[in-house]
């Protein structure tokens, strides 16, 4: 790949980067005075007054500092790109219409509809109809999971004779252990 197409990509890269560091870190503030997530009216001034003190025990400490140098490290590289040439002129609709063609930014953005789905939709709605087992609160987690799983090897796989199958099966005992490892060896609380 040329250096001229790297700079470019590292220039778009970092903007996009010192967008999401942003909302991270500003999301790690609005946990640091809300932890628990309430209504900001029904958060007392006593709780935003004790983590004004004890700032240094908060839960979004660690957040905000990853999302901090996650931004150091955006405008670092936006700066390199910046100073070796990178413009954002790749963004022209020829250029769009050229990258949609291309089988490698198709895939990646048929994935990342995949996991998005699997993220916000697949995940709250097997929490919400799916919750059927009181002592197994993993059962909505399995389903979603084995779903996700199913669907990117069907996408991705190969068409050979009994991919299906083999499919269903690695989607089905994948899952199962993850389920089982982070649920109950581990004791995560999963989605």
């Known amino acids: 790949m040329e250096k001229t197409t790297l700079r470019r990509a590292d220039l778009a890269f970092s903007v996009a980067l010192i967008l999401a560091s942003l909302g991270y870190m ?19 001034a006593e709780s935003v007054k004790d983590a004004i003190t004890r700032w240094y025990e908060s839960p979004a400490l660690l957040p905000f500092l990853v999302g901090l140098l996650l931004l ?11 100073r070796e040439g990178a413009r954002l002129d ?55 999971t084995a779903a996700y799983m199913l669907s990117m090897m069907l996408t991705f796989g190969g068409k050979k004779k009994g991919h299906t199958a083999v499919s269903i099966l690695v989607s089905i005992l994948a899952s199962l252990a993850i389920t089982w490892a982070f649920g109950t060896l581990a004791q995560i609380p999963l989605p």
């Open 90 to 144: 790749f963004l022209s609709l020829a250029k769009l219409k050229a990258l949609a063609k291309n089988p490698e930014a198709r895939s990646f953005a048929l994935s990342a509809a995949l996991l998005a789905l699997y993220a916000f939709a697949a995940i709250p709605l097997c929490r919400r109809y799916l919750n059927l087992f009181p002592r197994f609160r993993g059962f909505p987690f399995f389903v979603a």
């Open 72 to 82: 150091v490290c955006a405008v670092s590289l936006l700066h390199v790109a910046r």
């Open 26 to 44: 500003f999301e790690s503030v609005r946990i640091f005075f809300n932890p628990f997530g309430r209504k900001w009216e029904n958060v007392p």
